[in-house]
């Protein structure tokens, strides 16, 4: 029988049922949002629920926001400029850097997820903090790349010198959330200059600084100002946390202009929205405004800190409350994470648990915080 290979039959794959879907992917965790508060109030029959999952500033929209949004989708059915060039300009010149060494995204997670992608091939590894940004191991899965994760200090943040030791020849790209999320710790200017010192040039090296409009700490560095000058270090900010856009998603970078144009050329085509460009382009003239009401939620955030480490001292569950430079507090309650957010939420206070961790909770206004300090006092005593 010319040509005839004669074996025994192999599994017939279409008696096993369709696999669409890459398999390494199953083991991979969802990515949690936080729940709607309309839904839960309407569960527990309540006239409204407070929602303190999300890391949301409760101030509403930018003055000018709404307006210039509402302008923008009146041309709705054209596509948004790709190159995203009035923004990019904006915040060139509010951050003082060239618009060449800039790239806009939906959100800081989806830049994130590029310059993983632009870094990475199969095998190639991201060395981050853990627990650290909950979309982290998500992003570097999907990319085919590999996870190395770094525990957490005993202070809750970032081992800097274990991750430095981390770092082999397959290392492409490091994480370092600064502040860090969940946990709200941050890392002072001595310690990563050091780091980034011992870190390979060809190494990538990511500052997610989401959270920096919050840091009250001095010896927390700007990683725009203290590291702009090398090349391989990326500066992550978002819109959606102190500037008011979470619902618009508009996120950017800051790095090398190789390293920007790279990314602006990985980047899903049109995915900075024409709305989102209108308001950030209006967000950025309310700096005045965005100082304000950061002041608010730090003093705020202080005085949450202070009342829950009285409700719960070190010796209690897994420490005390560390100190945070973002906008929210972390809970180190453990395996107590979920019966707190559970017992929280019937109370109609939604909070964020990571099992057997900790829970982390967003600064609120003063009677939305108020009132989780009351749903606090039941949980912790139950």
């Not at 904006?90 to 632009?118: M, N, Q």
């Not at 979309?135 to 899965?141: F, G, Q, S």
């Not at 203290?226 to 800051?254: C, E, H, M, Q």
């Amino acid at each position: 029988m010319t040509g005839s290979t004669s074996s025994t039959p192999g599994p017939d794959r279409r008696s096993q049922g369709p696999r669409l879907t890459r398999a390494d992917l199953d083991a991979l965790p969802n990515y949690v949002p936080g729940r709607s508060p309309a839904d839960l109030a309407r569960e527990l029959g309540l006239p409204e629920a407070i929602k303190l999952a999300s890391n949301e500033v409760p101030y509403g929209p930018l003055p000018g926001v709404v307006e210039a949004v509402a302008e923008a989708v009146a041309g709705a059915h054209r596509y948004p400029d790709m190159g995203v060039l009035a923004l990019r300009d904006a915040l060139a010149e509010r951050y003082g850097v060239s618009a060449d060494r800039i790239a806009t995204g939906c959100g800081s997670v989806a830049l994130a997820e590029h310059l993983v992608r632009a870094t990475c091939l199969p095998g190639d590894e991201v060395v981050y903090s853990w627990r650290s940004f909950e979309a982290y191991p998500i992003i570097v899965a999907t990319s085919g790349a590999t996870s190395v994760r770094v525990p957490n200090d005993a202070g809750h943040g970032h081992d800097l010198a274990a991750m430095a030791a981390a770092v082999t020849d397959r290392t492409r790209l490091i994480l370092v959330c600064n502040p860090n999320n969940p946990t709200g710790t941050s890392l002072h200017r001595a310690e990563l200059d050091r780091f980034l010192d011992a870190v390979p040039d060809d190494v990538l090296v990511v500052l997610d600084e989401a959270y920096r409009e919050f840091v009250t700490d001095a010896e927390v560095p700007d990683g725009l100002t203290a590291y702009g000058d090398r090349p391989n270090v990326v500066v992550l900010r978002t819109l959606s946390k102190a500037w008011g856009l979470a619902g618009l998603r508009i996120g950017f970078l800051v790095g090398h202009p190789e390293v920007a144009a790279t990314v602006r050329k990985v980047v899903t085509p049109f995915s900075t929205s024409l709305a989102a460009q209108a308001g950030a382009l209006a967000a950025l003239t309310q700096a005045d405004e965005v100082r304000r009401r950061c002041a608010l939620v730090v003093a705020e955030r202080d005085r949450v800190t202070e009342a829950l480490r009285k409700r719960l001292p070190a010796g209690q569950v897994g420490g005390t409350v560390p100190e945070s430079q973002a906008n929210f507090v972390w809970l180190p309650l453990r395996d107590r994470s979920v019966s707190f957010a559970q017992s929280c939420e019937a109370r109609g206070i939604i909070v964020r648990p990571f099992a057997g961790e900790g829970v982390r909770v967003t600064i609120g206004t003063p009677a939305e915080n108020d009132a989780f300090l009351a749903a606090a006092d039941s949980a912790l005593h139950e």
